[in-house]
């Protein structure tokens, strides 16, 4: 046989590479190889990148810098399904490195990857893609990303997976979208509860938990709560709560629970169930903080219902809840500090609480958490409304420096409530005294800056429940306190604007600080609100008439009424109707002004001039609170009256004290006339004598204007002195005034007063009544358009009534000014027709009459008569 030649192998061809093996040991070698166009090759370096990556963060940090991140995405959406599914891997695990995140946003990859979700994609691609998803939605720029992409529903399906790391990664990353109200939104219209509740049954503590978790966001909202509810889903929450070897689940599923019982459908459901007996076992035997917070949670939710806090109540819940205001945890005492405010609705619990719990909540005040803080106040708060007794706890368990401590916390809603429980309280005068000596109005300046409403409101009741006495309203003024409470009246809340005008309405009680709350354009204010038919309320209407109390000028020329309790006082004066918004200039600058052909100021004024003393002579009188010398008429200023009004003038600084001229008797006007014309005479006896006074007079009156303008520029400006009136003041003291009858009384002072300006007038002669001409004489001989009422001899309705009332007001006699229409005004008068019969046993109420002042003085017209018409319109 022949020897067998072994055939040689054939060459390759020449074009084609030979296989090469290397053995990589540098990261950087297999980044570059991202770049092959080689499939296997991609597969393999992804594969070790995989498992470079599992290794730690630096290592990913290092992956990072070598540039590893921007091939790999592209590799996401390869052809091949294991180099697809190892870049899918490595995602996974890159992306809970923060700046991998970054650079996987700026790369917008987020469409790739949860493109992975697809239903035909492998179960390790979906356990990876989501990892990736759940680590991205941790930062909202990616929330954004993943919802914008539609990644909300491919998660949902994945919740229904068979693998539980999907599960897991899946309800990670949903948790994290429903933090965003319009992922929650969308989660419903993908009925995404009934998968979430089947999680409840997995056997992975880490997916109930997360169930749990989410259930407890999007049970925020009313429509989840319904979709739960329907599902099935209280009853699973309960079995937990039952269920002791899930004790871990029942933070979370009392968390659940509590938001649930928002809804009455809800509550009706749980008291079905035993639920509530549930919840209180829980608060009552847990030692876990957490969940003790949250069955208190849940308790404070359920008491909102009237059964729930009768069952509460019955079951004790009251002594569970002081128990847990013991807690180390503040977020256990917070939440029982809020089922403290919500049973103190029940009036048995509040009972309960007065003498076991506000102890507790007064301590709780002093806590440095500013939350505890709010809790406890709001508690009080709630139990000390309308609670005299409660209130009084309060107080006795040293809680008003901790709750005017209060006031000045760092959060609104403990401010708003400390001020509730210190108006509360306030409702006692022992305990408002109290309050005050704690400082009260210093501290509750503060509030009154605040820019919250709530703050605000309750700062301002705080006011008008303490400013009740003068000391408190003047320390309030002293400290700067009635700016902040003027600047409230602007506020465009109501319940703001309505506080803000009873507080200004109390504190208006003193003339003093009127004055200031005024100066700081209260007034104006109010009366700007009160035209307004939105804004105005009967506390801004109160607190402006209040105001115009202490300007009764103002108020007749804005009303034209006043009352019989605003009583005229001196420097009061009748400028005339003025419309809303039109400011009333004082006296004294309307005393400066040029003569004009307007109305004359009427002033009342019974004081003699302490600057520019009046000076009486026969035939001239001299007006020297303008400084100026003016002549009068004979048929003015008569020589026997001007010898009677020296007496008269120095007699009025007593006015009041009829018996200070023991010599007088009452006998009469006559009487008195006489007796003081005849002690005048006495000095005028000899005429030398009499000349030389009269010379020394005038000197001293023509020299005045110069003083005032040297010597005394900065004296006080004083109203200009009426003589006249001073002696109207002293006569009807003596004459009138000793007048038992009420009726007799009126009857004689309109007879005064109307012989005073000019005596009756015939109805037919009234247009003949040529009082004008004398109204302008007097203006002109003044050298002013302000007039003292006193000199004034024709007066028409408006000058009678003016009087009417000043005298009036001067002897206690009590009656109304009210102005009409073209010159009228009137006095009503309220007196007791014996002859009208009242209910058995009471007296007929008095009955309304107008005076007459200028046809028949004296006569007194019944309100609603055709002749009191007459005499106010016609």
Not at 200 to 218: F, N, R
Not at 481 to 494: A, D, F, I
Not at 819 to 838: C, F, I, P, Q, T
């Amino acid at each position: 046989m022949g020897k067998k030649i072994k055939k040689e192998a054939e060459p390759p061809p020449k074009d084609v590479f030979d296989p090469l093996t290397i053995e990589s040991k540098k990261a950087a070698t297999v980044v570059l190889m991202l770049k092959s166009p080689e499939e296997e090759i991609l597969a393999k370096a992804c594969e070790a990148i995989y498992r470079f990556a599992l290794k730690g963060e630096e290592n990913k940090a290092t992956l990072l810098e070598l540039g590893a991140v921007e091939p790999l995405t592209k590799l996401l959406t390869h052809e091949d399904k294991i180099v697809r599914r190892n870049a899918t891997m490595i995602f996974g695990i890159l992306a809970s490195n923060n700046d991998v995140k970054k650079l996987l946003r700026e790369l917008d990859v987020m469409s790739s990857v949860i493109a992975q979700l697809a239903p035909e994609e492998e179960v390790v691609i979906h356990e990876f893609a989501s990892l990736c998803l759940a680590n991205m939605s941790a930062e909202y720029t990616s929330k954004v990303q993943i919802f914008e992409y539609g990644g909300l529903e491919p998660l949902i399906r994945l919740l229904s997976s068979p693998d539980p790391d999907v599960k897991k990664n899946s309800i990670e990353c949903i948790y994290n979208l429903v933090q965003d109200f319009q992922c929650r939104t969308t989660l419903q219209e993908l009925n995404a509860i009934p998968p979430i509740l089947e999680l409840l049954k997995s056997e992975y503590p880490i997916i109930q938990l997360l169930a749990l978790k989410t259930l407890g966001v999007i049970t925020n909202d009313k429509e989840s709560r319904a979709m739960l509810r329907d599902n099935q889903g209280l009853e699973s929450l309960i079995k937990i709560l039952e269920t002791k070897e899930l004790n871990d689940l029942h933070i979370e599923a009392l968390s659940v629970v509590a938001n649930c019982l928002e809804d009455m459908d809800t509550i009706v459901m749980i008291q079905q169930t035993g639920g509530l007996k549930k919840l209180l076992t829980f608060a009552e035997n847990s030692s876990v903080p957490d969940i003790q917070k949250n069955a208190a949670r849940a308790i404070t939710k359920a008491a909102y219902d009237p059964e729930n806090r009768k069952f509460f109540h019955e079951q004790e819940v009251e002594k569970c809840l002081v128990t847990l205001l013991g807690s180390d945890n503040d977020g256990t005492k917070i939440a029982a500090s809020q089922a403290i405010s919500a049973m103190s609705e029940n009036s048995s619990s509040k009972d309960f609480f007065n003498n076991q719990g506000i102890p507790q909540l007064v301590q709780l005040l002093r806590s440095d958490n500013e939350e505890v803080r709010e809790a406890a106040a709001l508690a009080l708060a709630n139990l000390t409304t309308s609670n005299p007794a409660n209130a009084s706890a309060a107080a006795e368990a040293d809680g008003i420096d901790p709750l005017i401590n209060t006031l000045s916390s760092k959060r609104d809603g403990a401010i708003a409530n400390a001020a509730t429980v210190l108006t509360n309280m306030a409702m006692q005068e022992a305990l408002r005294v109290s309050i005050q000596s704690h400082n009260i109005m210093q501290a509750i300046i503060g509030p009154l800056h605040s820019a919250n409403t709530v703050v605000q409101s309750k700062a301002a009741l705080a006011v008008s429940a303490t400013a009740c006495d003068y000391e408190a309203r003047a320390e309030l003024k002293n400290a700067g306190g009635l700016e902040p409470l003027v600047h409230l009246l602007h506020s465009k809340n109501e319940e703001v604007r309505r506080h803000a005008s009873w507080a200004v309405m109390v504190c208006a009680n003193d003339e003093v600080v009127a004055m200031e709350l005024c100066r700081l354009g209260a007034a104006d204010i109010l009366e700007e609100i009160n035209v307004s038919l939105s804004r105005k309320n009967k506390f801004s209407e109160a607190a402006y008439n209040k105001l115009l109390n202490h300007n009764l000028s103002l108020k007749y020329s804005q009303t034209g009424h006043l009352s019989s309790t605003n009583i005229i006082t001196d420097g009061f004066y009748d400028y005339g109707r003025i419309s809303h918004g039109t400011k009333l200039l004082p006296l004294k600058e309307l005393s400066f002004q040029e003569l004009n052909d307007q109305r004359a100021i009427l002033l009342i004024n019974s004081k003699p001039s302490d600057v520019y003393p009046l000076s009486n002579m026969d035939d001239k009188s001299s007006d020297t609170a303008y400084g100026r010398s003016i002549s009068s008429s004979s048929s003015l200023r008569r020589a026997s009256k001007e010898k009677t009004r020296k007496n008269s003038c120095h007699f009025s600084a007593g006015v009041g004290s009829p018996t200070e001229e023991k010599s007088e008797t009452p006998s009469g006007r006559n009487s008195v006339l006489s007796k003081s014309s005849t002690k005048e005479k006495g000095p005028r006896k000899i005429r030398g004598k009499k000349e030389e006074e009269k010379v020394k007079e005038e000197e001293e009156i023509l020299s005045a204007p110069k003083m005032s303008g040297d010597g005394s520029a900065d004296k006080e400006w004083c109203p200009p002195s009426d003589p006249d009136f001073c002696l109207y003041v002293f006569e009807v003291t003596k004459i009138i005034l000793p007048i038992t009858n009420m009726k007799e009384q009126i009857e004689a002072l309109a007879k005064y007063v109307a012989e005073k300006m000019g005596g009756p007038i015939l109805k037919e002669k009234l247009q003949e009544f040529s009082w004008e001409l004398h109204i302008s004489e007097l203006k002109f001989q003044l050298k002013s358009n302000i007039i003292p009422i006193g000199l004034i001899k024709k007066g028409t309705f408006y000058h009678r009534a003016l009087l009417f009332k000043a005298l009036a007001d001067k002897i206690g006699v009590g009656c109304s000014l009210v102005r009409g229409e073209y010159g009228r005004a009137w006095n009503e008068v309220k007196l007791m027709d014996k002859s009208r019969k009242g209910l058995i046993g009471c007296l007929p109420p008095p009955e309304t009459y107008i005076v007459d002042l200028m046809f028949h003085p004296g006569e007194l017209m019944k309100l609603k008569s055709k002749e009191a018409d007459l005499y106010r319109f016609l």
